[in-house]
């Protein structure tokens, strides 16, 4: 599923509250993006037909939405489009970004350790 980025900022927005209305996510977002009720209605029926949110109810004529597809399945072939296309076939120095030069706490020290020994495990 293919998204901009005006989409998975709306989809997040589904993701955060479970549902909403185009009503309600024109005055969540519209005024900082700077966008009329028109584009976020035309955003939110994008998102309906690549079926990545879904009509749940009816409240008069305003319809109620909600996600249909979970964060892990549009993030992991994001983030592999990403890594492919910033890193190609070496992906050293993402780990060294990440590792050097980004602030990581000891909790995410210790889950990027247990994710390398799992994954020596496995080519075992």
Not at 51 to 56: F, K, P, Q
Not at 76 to 88: A, E, I, N
């Amino acid at each position: 599923m293919r998204l901009s980025e005006f989409e998975m900022d709306v989809l997040t927005r589904f993701w955060e509250h479970g549902k909403l209305t185009a009503p309600e996510l024109f005055r969540e977002m519209g005024e900082s993006r700077g966008v009329t009720y028109s584009t976020i209605k035309t955003i939110v029926d994008r998102l309906e037909d690549k079926g990545a949110i879904r009509r749940v109810a009816t409240e008069g004529k305003t319809i109620i939405y909600s996600a249909a597809v979970n964060r892990e399945r549009v993030r992991k072939p994001l983030v592999q489009s990403f890594v492919r296309r910033l890193f190609g076939d070496d992906r050293k120095p993402l780990f060294a970004q990440l590792l050097r030069d980004e602030k990581l706490s000891d909790d995410e020290i210790e889950f990027l350790r247990q994710l390398v020994d799992e994954a020596a495990k496995e080519r075992s």
